[in-house]
């Protein structure tokens, strides 16, 4: 399975959740970094993805052939993440046939009612072996 995980900025929540990611499945699946920029990027593959690459065009070719999209609520927002998620990336994400299990975390002026706030590491955890357990287990 072809798992892309998508994160900006200083790439720390992608981080996370590839950390997890092979704490749980190891090299059962291509875990591929996405960053908007390459430090995202860098420490994306500092957690050990089997590969990376950054920017727009990176991210948007590469979503087409992903299975499972992982990342924020925010990459799939036109001009979040301070302008890093470009319209042309959240649209490809958002159209990428690819299912998406995001975090509701966002700096937006987004606001997710009837969800309860949790831990980023109760909500990675979540993702890695409940959710995405789920879509594995199914194909």
Known sequence: MRICV???????IGAALIKRLKEVYREEHEVIALGTNAV???QMMKARANR???????IV??????????GCLSIVLAN?????VTPKIA???????ARKILLPLTQEAV????LTPEPLPHLVDRIVSQKLKEII???
Not at 52 to 58: C, F, P, T
Not at 91 to 97: F, R
């Open 111 to 114: 606001e997710i009612v009837g």
């Open 40 to 42: 995202a990027t860098a």
């Open 91 to 97: 649209a490809a994400i958002a159209s990428a046939p």
């Open 52 to 58: 990376g690459a950054s920017g727009e065009n990176a």
């Open 6 to 12: 998508i994160d900006g900025q200083g790439g720390g």
């Open 137 to 139: 287990d199914h194909v």
């Open 80 to 84: 979040s993440m301070m302008g890093e």
């Open 61 to 70: 070719r590469t979503v087409a052939t992903a299975d499972v999209i992982l």
